[in-house]
């Protein structure tokens, strides 16, 4: 199958024209007419993963983040972003990535099936997902659940609220949405939160949970299971997409 009918079929399910219009997804580097018969799906395009998809015979790669969406003034191959092009390139490979649009139409719900014998709960938000547990539970308690839920090495949270029912989950760096969020749930769960921005929830009278970037790493697996349903063609690879931090 060329590769052209995957982006075909995959925009069918998830649009390009959702993604926000300062993002970069979509087609990032490749020949559309390529034939492609083994697809690698990573969360990450990275030298890693590059060679990783080569070594396992894969023509194309589709990624959540975007390899270009950071401005470059030069692609110097002597630099990382200057290698990991000319790897591309020498390769043939393909690069597609699905970024905010994947955002807005699966990966929040992604996250929130996760979380076992918990209901979805109607809210008006592109990003945001809610969740209400069968029961409260001690903020402690919440937060070792999500650890698990999730396959985190560890959370970290504001602890200013004894329990737990209701949650709204945002994968990646969803902080900028923290005034959606207020009166709307007990607890916001989402990557990237700075020391002030949690102090920005308690002051507010939010909890908010640190769930790491990383952990959109779900959408590796869950992606490829959403092809799979609609008969492509092709051998579908997952990528390990290791997080870059270590922790202990």
């Known amino acids: 199958m ?3 009918k995957i982006i075909s079929e995959l925009e069918k399910l998830i649009p390009l024209s959702k993604q926000e219009s300062w993002d970069k997804g979509g087609l990032q580097i490749g020949d559309l007419n390529t034939e492609v018969k083994h697809l690698y799906i990573t969360l990450d395009i990275n030298l890693e993963s590059v060679q990783e998809a080569i070594s396992k ?3 194309m790669i589709i990624s959540h983040h975007p390899m270009l969406l950071d401005s470059f003034d030069n692609y ?4 990382p972003m200057g290698q990991l092009i000319k790897m591309v390139v020498e390769n043939n490979l393909v690069i597609y990535s699905a970024h905010t649009s994947l955002d807005q139409t699966y990966l929040n719900d992604w996250l929130l099936e996760c979380f076992e014998g918990v209901k979805k709960i109607p809210f008006e938000h592109p990003y945001l997902v809610k969740g209400e547990l069968q029961e409260s539970l001690s903020i402690d308690h919440f937060a070792k659940m999500t650890k ?3 396959g985190l090495s560890y959370v970290k949270y504001t602890n200013n609220k004894e329990k737990i029912k209701s949650f709204i989950i945002c994968g990646g760096s969803g902080y900028d949405f923290i005034n959606d969020t207020l009166n709307q749930a007990d607890i916001f769960l989402t990557g990237d ?3 002030h921005q949690a102090k920005y929830a308690i002051d507010h009278n939010i909890a908010i949970m640190d769930i790491h970037h990383h952990s959109e790493v ?3 697996q869950k992606l490829k299971e959403l092809l799979v349903t609609i008969q492509l063609d092709i051998e579908i690879v997952t990528g390990q997409s ?3 931090f ?3």
Do not use: H, P, Q, R
């Open 246 to 248: 270590t922790y202990l």
């Open 148 to 150: 698990e839920s999730l």
């Open 57 to 59: 015979g894969c023509e």
């Open 242 to 244: 290791k997080d870059y």
């Open 218 to 220: 779900i959408m590796v």
């Open 193 to 195: 939160v700075k020391y």
């Open 2 to 4: 060329i590769a052209s």
């Open 76 to 79: 110097d191959f002597n630099e």
